[in-house]
């Protein structure tokens, strides 16, 4: 071992609320695009309220579940919270 510290996946949990129908090709672009890393995902449309919501579950290292969290909080109109555990 050359005295790095590897990072150990954990499991994550996105909340993702699409407020413009605009941004939803750019949210299924990006989850496309992180793949390797989700579980599962579940996407209910509100038609009552004019938003998506999105439910994704991640296996992955810390670093890649904030890229991924990060790039979706960027699009326009769109809110996102994850959480991860703690090992």
Known sequence: MDGEKREENRIG??????????????????????????????????????????????DGVPDQISALTGKLGKIKSVTVKAVMSKK
């Open 13 to 58: 949990v996105a909340a993702i609320i699409v407020e413009d129908p605009e941004s939803v090709r750019e949210v299924n672009e990006a989850l496309h695009n992180f793949s390797g890393l989700i579980v599962g995902r579940l996407g209910i449309p509100y038609r009552e309220r004019g938003v998506n919501v999105i439910s994704v579950v991640f």
